[in-house]
C-alpha cells in the first residue's frame, strides 16, 4: 500500500517507542478489581450460608413436629426415666435426642425422619419414615420396651441381694450344724497342738536346768 511507510526505513527507536506504547495502552487496568472480586465471593458466601440455614431450619421445625407429637408420652415417663425423650437438641444436623445412644435426624431429602442408635458395631438405623406419626409410634414402642428393661434389670437386683445374705449364712439346721462340726474339729486340734507344744517346752527347760 502506497500510503503506508515501509516498516524498514522507520528508525529503530521510534518504532520500537510507538511499540511500547500500544502495547501499555492495550494491558487492561486492575485498579479496583480486587475489590470487585473480592465483593463478588463475600456474596457467594452469603448466598450460601443463607441456604445452609434455610435447610436448617426446615430440619428443625420437621423436629419440632415430631416433638409436639410425642408430648403425651413424654408427661407419662415414670419417675426416675427423665433420661427418655430429652428433647429437641441443636446442630448442625439437629436432633430429637431419645435416650443416650438413639436419636432422630432428618434424612438427605430433608422430608424422612430417620431414627438412629449408636452401638459398639457403628450406627444403625432402627426405622425410617416420611410420616411423623409412624416415627412417633415407633419411638414410643422403643421408650416402652427401655423402661420394662430397667424395671427388671432393677428388680432382678432387688432380688438377688437376700438371695445373697442367704446363701452366706445357712438356715437349715442339719447345714448349719455340718458347718460348725468341721470348725469344733478344727479348734480342738489346734487346742491340743498347743498343748503339746507347751508340754515339750517344760520338758526341754527342765532337762536343761538339771543338766
Known amino acids: 500500500m502506497a500510503g503506508l511507510a515501509n516498516p524498514a526505513s522507520v528508525p529503530l527507536a521510534w518504532w520500537q517507542g510507538c511499540k511500547g506504547t500500544s502495547l501499555a495502552e492495550a494491558r487492561p487496568k486492575r485498579s479496583g478489581e480486587l475489590t470487585r472480586a473480592i465483593r463478588e465471593i463475600r456474596i457467594a458466601n452469603s448466598e450460601r450460608v443463607d441456604a445452609a440455614a434455610d435447610v436448617n431450619s426446615t430440619e428443625q421445625a420437621r423436629l419440632e413436629m415430631l416433638a409436639e407429637a410425642l408430648e403425651g408420652v413424654t408427661a407419662e415417663l415414670p419417675p426416675g426415666h427423665d433420661q427418655l425423650l430429652s428433647g429437641l437438641l441443636p446442630g448442625n444436623p439437629p436432633r430429637f435426642r431419645v435416650d443416650a445412644t438413639s ?6 431429602d430433608k422430608r424422612q425422619y430417620q431414627f438412629l442408635k449408636d452401638t459398639r458395631l457403628g ?8 410420616d411423623v406419626d409412624v416415627i412417633a409410634d415407633i419411638v ?3 421408650v416402652a420396651e427401655r423402661i420394662v428393661e430397667r424395671d427388671q434389670a432393677i428388680e432382678g437386683d432387688r432380688l438377688a441381694q437376700p438371695m445373697h445374705r442367704k ?7 442339719a447345714a448349719r450344724q455340718s458347718v460348725e462340726i468341721p470348725l469344733t474339729v478344727f479348734g480342738g486340734l489346734c487346742f491340743g497342738m498347743g498343748l503339746l507344744a507347751g508340754t515339750l517346752l517344760i520338758a526341754g527347760f527342765v532337762w536343761l536346768t538339771a543338766g
Open 103 to 108: 436419636f432422630v435426624v432428618m434424612g438427605r
Open 123 to 130: 450406627r444403625t438405623t432402627l426405622a425410617e419414615s416420611a
Open 140 to 142: 414410643t414402642r422403643y
Open 167 to 173: 446363701s452366706a449364712v445357712p438356715t437349715d439346721p
